[in-house]
């Protein structure tokens, strides 16, 4: 039986996977980077091949987690402008949330490993990009971009509560809230 040979761009994709769920369960001090390797399928030393450092790693994977974000937004808002957009990238970002919790804890991780300038630098650079681009795409003022992010902070903090498993009252109020300004 023969066996399939990744290509290095495969490899490092391989290995973004699994830091992002390891980086998602433990945030970055808590991930080991040999948890990392193990998941992954390769030694420990070939992960400080392919990336340096655990700092690295992370900073790569934070940078994947915001461009597959605005790769979503962009796929989601194709073709629509202004409110149309805006409500596109809102229902896609509210499908994500809900069927993908790696994704969801490695972007809340991102922020919470901000007290580092280098990993702080990433995360102001993807979460600008993102910023950015539904301003582009929606023409909208200030105000009005504030507030769509604002629901998505929130549908981020509801979600990570799991609300729709058990929700009280109050996160109902929330969620149906935040459905009705996307």
């Known amino acids: 039986m023969a066996t399939t040979r990744l290509t290095a761009a495969e490899r490092r994709d391989s290995v973004l996977d699994a830091a992002m769920i390891e980086f998602a369960d433990h945030g970055y001090e808590g991930t080991s980077t040999e948890d990392i390797a193990r998941r992954a399928g390769i030694s420990q030393p070939y992960l400080f091949r392919l990336f340096g450092t655990k700092k690295e790693l992370f900073k790569a994977s934070t940078t994947r987690c915001f461009r597959e974000t605005l790769e979503m937004f962009q796929r989601s808002a194709e073709g629509k402008r202004g409110e149309d957009a805006l409500h596109a990238i809102g229902e896609a970002y509210m499908t ?57 902070m929130m549908l981020n903090v509801l979600a990570a509560m799991q609300v729709q498993d058990d929700p009280d009252p109050w996160m109902t109020d929330l969620l149906d809230g935040c459905g009705k300004d996307l």
């Open 96 to 152: 994500q949330l809900e069927s993908n919790r790696s994704w969801l804890r490695a972007q809340m991780q991102s922020y919470v490993a901000s007290d580092d300038p280098e990993i702080r630098a990433v995360v102001r650079a993807g979460y600008g990009d993102l910023v950015a681009y539904v301003r582009r795409v929606s023409d909208a003022d200030w105000p009005t971009i504030w507030h769509f992010f604002a629901t998505g």
